[in-house]
């Protein structure tokens, strides 16, 4: 499996595309005191258009049912659901 057949430079191009495009899926997300929050505004249509500019805070409870709209991953749920956690144990 894997990368027999490519030119390394084909590779290259590969890996930076993977790169940038995990780069600007973590630049459209901020946990912080539980909450999760997203670099993105609401369509018209009900959908979430990420990297606008626009702010919107979601706790891990309505971040699970907005998880495919605003590509929120399980990752950034379980993290803010442990911020809560610690936060409210205080």
Do not use: C
Request: aromatic share 8%; net charge positive; no cysteine.
């Amino acid at each position: 499996m894997g990368q027999e057949g490519k030119s390394p430079s084909s590779v290259q191009a590969q890996r930076r595309r993977v790169m940038d495009t995990l780069r600007a899926m973590s630049e459209n997300f901020r946990i912080k005191h539980g909450w999760i929050y997203v670099n993105g505004t609401r369509q018209d249509d009900g959908s979430i258009e990420l990297g606008t500019g626009g702010e919107m805070r979601f706790s891990p409870f309505e971040a699970i049912s907005e998880r495919e709209d605003a590509q929120i991953t399980w990752g950034h749920i379980l993290k803010a659901s442990v911020q809560r956690l610690a936060f409210w144990h205080r």
